[in-house]
């Protein structure tokens, strides 16, 4: 007696079920993987940018002011990560690149990556603007010093309402373009560039608002600053003020 054996397979229809529901179970896993992963560089950036802010008082508590951005875009170039070399006590540009090499630190921020030419992307280094009036080594910072007269920096939230004091301004202020690093690349947040796109006002300065706070749909950078009471007392504590 000669037996049939049924042999029976998948649809077209059941393979797209099963499919389906195999994306949709990656994708359970991936999302919050993919959240726990933005967590960890998030609080990794920001601890980068305590460090910065740590190391910029450190550096004021040393020589009684702030150092210069650093503007060199050869990393082939010894002054690469250094600070700017000062024209009569003042710094040549109040903003560019946190000084990495001369504070010691790393160059840049969970989402960067090193530049191997000077034409690469600043993909995630750290961005540094210093008010003229504390980082001259000529003219000693005194209790009389102030960061309003001149270019008054100003942070700001996404939603325009400020952050930082309008009578103690920031003296310095450290960001992270974030990970959209929409200013390098342009595959980020168009209005993220906010940080980083100049707006030089009628006398040719660059614009001093920059934003911080949470992050928004239109908004990813990490901003720190430094007041001047902040700064004050490490240099009453250094010694440097009375």
Known sequence: MERTINESGFSLIELAVVLVLIGIMLGGVLYPLRTQMEQRNRGQTEQILEDGREALLGYA??????????????????????????VAG?????????????????????????????????????????????????????????????????????????LSSGTEPPVAIVYSTGPSNADDDGAGIAADAENTDGDP???????????????TATFDDLTIWISRPVLFEKLISAGRLP
């Open 201 to 215: 006002d009628a006398n040719g300065t660059p614009n001093a608002i920059y934003t911080g706070g949470t992050p």
């Open 90 to 162: 003042r710094c040549p540009l109040d903003s560019g690149l946190l000084p990495w090499r001369t504070l010691g630190l790393v160059e840049f921020d969970a989402w960067g990556r090193a530049r191997g030419a000077a034409a690469d992307n600043w993909s995630g280094y750290l961005r540094f603007r210093v008010h003229p009036n504390f980082s001259n080594s000529v003219k000693a910072i005194a209790l009389t010093t102030v960061a309003t007269s001149g270019t008054l920096l100003v942070v700001r939230n996404a939603a325009g309402n400020v």
């Open 61 to 86: 508590a040393a020589y009684g002011y702030l150092p210069c951005p650093s503007t060199e875009e050869d990393p082939s170039s010894a002054q690469y990560g250094e600070e700017d070399a000062r």
